[in-house]
């Protein structure tokens, strides 16, 4: 059985004669975790930045070193 799984992942199938990609389900969570965590990385970096940001309008300059490695990277 895991054969047929493996060929069918592999080469796909014609159905009326469209090509249906198969794929695991276990590969499609994987991809969308892979996905979310980039998001979320991407999103506390912008606040970060946000804070940071708003700290040194306020007149914190301690924070400008930092803000400037983030908006550098």
Do not use: W
């Not at 054969?3 to 199938?13: I, P, R, Y």
């Not at 249906?20 to 969570?29: E, S």
Request: aromatic residues 10%.
């Amino acid at each position: 059985m895991p054969e047929a799984v493996d060929c069918l992942v592999e080469d796909g199938f014609l159905l009326y004669n469209r090509r249906i990609i198969i794929r695991r389900y276990d590969d499609i969570l994987t991809q969308e975790y892979q996905e979310y965590m980039d998001y979320m990385e991407h999103e506390n970096r912008l606040f970060t930045m946000r804070n940071k940001l708003v700290n040194v309008a306020k007149g914190e300059m301690e924070d400008i070193n930092e803000l400037k490695q983030l908006i550098g990277d």
